[in-house]
């Protein structure tokens, strides 16, 4: 969970989540430590360092740092992302300017974020076999970054914004994935309704909702129904 006005921010290679909120950050660094992380500093920072979790190993093999900062900000990502954050934490950084610019088309009540960067076929060889058809694939090369922002309340909203690599490809994103007739049936293999589809040059812009309670369940389908089984890898 990001917020838009942090000096932290920055695009950096790798994967970075930040937290905001009232923590008891010794407590959580010293948990963590007794779960199995190693202790170090940067810049005089109390940080852990964090093997992959049990879950994790047949994905991934990089250590994670973890730390939080005076009780109220939670970082952890992989160290080169943690050093990124932590250096414009130091030297007081203006938000970065190209994160702050994909941010924008998210509406402001949105709780949490999160921005993903990377190619669309790179996107497509992450997904389930069978989400997408031959027409899903075509449009999903020409999507360069995905933006989903979430607000929570009575009822849940999920907002997305993707940049595609030109007008035509927008559009044709955008007629999939509303009301009209679908180029490929993403909505139906997501069991998704999509809403206020919209294009801006070359943005397409939409949301999901649902209630609260069904919020939970509807993201662990989501994960199960898009990501390739552990067993693939």
Request: hydrophobic share 40%; net charge neutral.
């Amino acid at each position: 969970m990001l917020e838009t006005a942090d000096p932290l921010l920055e695009i950096i290679s790798g994967a970075l989540l930040l937290a905001r909120g009232s923590f008891d950050g010794r407590r959580i660094l010293e948990d963590a430590e007794r779960n199995g992380g190693t202790r170090t500093e940067y810049k005089g920072v109390r940080i852990v360092n964090l093997k992959p979790f049990p879950r994790e190993q047949g994905e991934m093999r990089d250590t994670r740092w973890l730390t939080v900062l005076d009780d109220n900000t939670a970082i952890f990502g992989t160290p080169i992302t943690v050093m990124g954050a932590l250096d414009r934490y130091v030297s007081s950084s203006p938000v970065d300017g190209p994160l702050a610019k994909r941010l924008q088309p998210l509406k402001p009540d949105v709780n949490c974020w999160s921005v993903l960067t990377m190619p669309g076929a790179v996107l497509a060889r992450h997904l389930r076999a069978g989400v997408l058809d031959e027409a899903g694939v075509t449009l999903l090369r020409g999507v360069s970054n995905v933006a989903v922002g979430i607000h929570y309340g009575s009822k849940q909203r999920v907002d997305f914004v993707l940049h595609a690599d030109s007008p035509e490809t927008a559009m044709a994103l955008a007629w999939s994935l509303g009301a009209q007739p679908h180029l490929f049936s993403i909505a139906d293999t997501l069991q998704t309704h999509f809403e206020g589809v919209s294009v801006t040059q070359n943005e397409v812009r939409g949301s999901v909702r649902m209630k609260a309670k069904e919020f939970d369940p509807w993201l662990a389908a989501m994960y199960a129904r898009l990501s390739i089984p552990e067993s693939a890898h």
